[in-house]
């Protein structure tokens, strides 16, 4: 089995037959699909029981909710395939998306890690159609993740770059990978802080693949696949006031992290102060609304005193009120 999806899900049952139908219509049906459920209210196993019928599935229900690092890395440590693509429950595939990437990895054998690029669609579009709904209603034209348009191979740490994406890899659904390595550079976890299962408590129980990508992939050739291969929806996720706060420090910890491990320090330097393009106007909110948008898992001097050195720290005072007269213009 080359491929294995793997999909972390919670209380999100319509949101996951919507993703598993987008898989049944799949062109290529060589694959396994894993689900680990952290213990929804309703009987997942019951609903995805006739998808059987057309998918290799492998299914776990959690005793209780673990969080979403841990059932992550559950549902990680059910495949058998020779490389873990991770799906989000809220996601799609599009009809052609598995036969591409098996395409894409027989050409390129001596890559470990590929970079999947995704579209962005309002939930709201699916509700037009009958559930589930069928890939094939998809719009012709969508916003995508990454803008780049052509595919690359380059090394590992070359998908670290804000053209490639803003959040570096933080956005764990567009990463496919070699599950053997991934399996052998686990013990990089810190296995007490990922137990916390407060929502983006820590940078451990919210990037701990970040530190197995390092571990892993770091010396490894990878590859950019400029086409969208999913389509990620707007609307669904439940941490939404938790943005500002996963933008401004979790996204920078990330950065200090790569570059504890080998990214270069003009890299470093300019995606580290693109990352702060919402410095002073995120940490205004999270001051003003407090816990409700993270400020008890904020350090003063490691999010944000050790990062006024950079310009962008300063100059998102200005971004702010120019997009505020931008809009207030259009009006």
Not at 34 to 41: L, M, Q, R, V, W
Not at 180 to 205: C, G, M, P, S, Y
Not at 258 to 266: A, I, M, P, Q
């Amino acid at each position: 089995m080359l491929i294995s999806i793997c999909i972390p899900t919670y209380n999100r049952p319509s949101n996951l037959i919507n993703c598993l139908n987008s898989l049944s219509l799949q062109t290529e049906k060589k694959f396994e699909v894993c689900i680990s459920d952290n213990c929804s209210d309703e009987n997942i196993q019951k609903l995805i029981r006739p998808f059987k019928k057309k998918l290799k599935i492998r299914f776990n229900r959690n005793k209780k909710n673990l969080g979403f690092a841990l059932n992550l890395l559950k549902v990680s440590n059910m495949a058998k395939g020779d490389f873990i693509w991770f799906l989000g429950d809220d996601d799609l595939i599009v009809s052609d998306g598995i036969k591409t990437l098996k395409n894409m990895i027989k050409k390129n054998k001596t890559c470990d890690f590929f970079w999947i690029n995704s579209y962005y669609l309002d939930k709201n579009y699916l509700k037009k159609f009958n559930y589930p709904f069928n890939t094939k209603n998809l719009p012709k034209k969508m916003k995508r993740h990454s803008p780049l348009k052509q595919n690359k191979r380059l090394k590992f740490f070359d998908l670290i770059d804000k053209e490639i994406s803003f959040d570096y890899l933080l956005g764990v659904f567009v990463c496919v990978f070699r599950r053997d390595q991934w399996n052998r550079h686990q013990n990089v976890i810190d296995k007490k802080l990922i137990k916390d299962v407060r929502t983006w408590a820590n940078f451990e129980n919210t990037c701990f693949f970040i530190k197995i990508f390092c571990a892993a992939f770091s010396k490894s050739d990878a590859f950019f696949c400029a086409k969208p291969l999913t389509v990620s929806l707007h609307g669904v996720r439940e941490w939404g006031n938790l943005y500002p706060m996963v933008e401004i420090v979790r996204i920078p910890e990330a950065l200090d992290y790569y570059r504890s491990k080998g990214l270069g320090l003009f890299k470093y330097i300019k995606n580290k102060n693109y990352a702060l393009r919402n410095f002073f106007n995120y940490f205004f909110k999270i001051f003003f609304y407090g816990e409700q948008m993270g400020l008890n898992y904020i350090n003063l001097r490691r999010h944000f005193f050790s990062n006024l050195i950079f310009p962008n720290a300063w100059l998102s005072i200005m971004y702010f009120i120019n997009r505020k007269i931008r809009l207030f213009l259009k009006f």
